[in-house]
C-alpha cells in the first residue's frame, strides 16, 4: 500500500513563500500522477495542482495559476508545491492525492490521499 506524506505546511504573511512535499513509498499504476488539494474552514475540497511523473505535464486551478509551480523529482518519488504570492485566503489544509491520470487525480475521484498539512497565510 503506497503512503503519501505531506511536510512544509505553516505561518507565513501574505505575499511570503511556501513550499509543499509529499512523498510517496512507491509507485504502482495508481500512481502514475499526483496532485494537490486543499480545503478551507468551512468549504469543500478543492483542486489545486496535479503533475504526470512521465513528462511532468503539469495542470494549475486558475486560483494559484501564475503563483503556483508544481515540480517532481522521480528518483525521491517526490511532488513539490512552490506557492509564491500568497493570499489569506489561500489558507487551508492542503492534501497531497494521487491516481492513474492527471484527469483522474483533478477530478478528485481518488482512493489515495495523504494526511493533510496547514498553511495559514496571515493579512
Known amino acids: 500500500q503506497v503512503q503519501l506524506v505531506e511536510s512544509g505546511g505553516g505561518l507565513v504573511q501574505a505575499g511570503g513563500s511556501l513550499r509543499l512535499s509529499c512523498a510517496a513509498s512507491g509507485r504502482t499504476y495508481n500512481t502514475n500522477a499526483m496532485g494537490w488539494f486543499r480545503q478551507a474552514p468551512g468549504k469543500e475540497r478543492e483542486f489545486v495542482a496535479a503533475i504526470a511523473w512521465s513528462g511532468g505535464r503539469t495542470y494549475y486551478a486558475d486560483s494559484v495559476k501564475g503563483r503556483s509551480t508544481l515540480s517532481r523529482d522521480n528518483a525521491k518519488n517526490t511532488v513539490y508545491l512552490q506557492m509564491n504570492s500568497l493570499k489569506p485566503e489561500d489558507t487551508a489544509v492542503y492534501y497531497c492525492?494521487?491516481?492513474?491520470?492527471?484527469?483522474?487525480?483533478?477530478?478528485?475521484?481518488?482512493?489515495?490521499w495523504g494526511q493533510g498539512t496547514l498553511v495559514t497565510v496571515s493579512s
Open positions: 492525492a494521487a491516481g492513474p491520470t492527471t484527469a483522474i487525480v483533478a477530478s478528485g475521484n481518488l482512493e489515495l
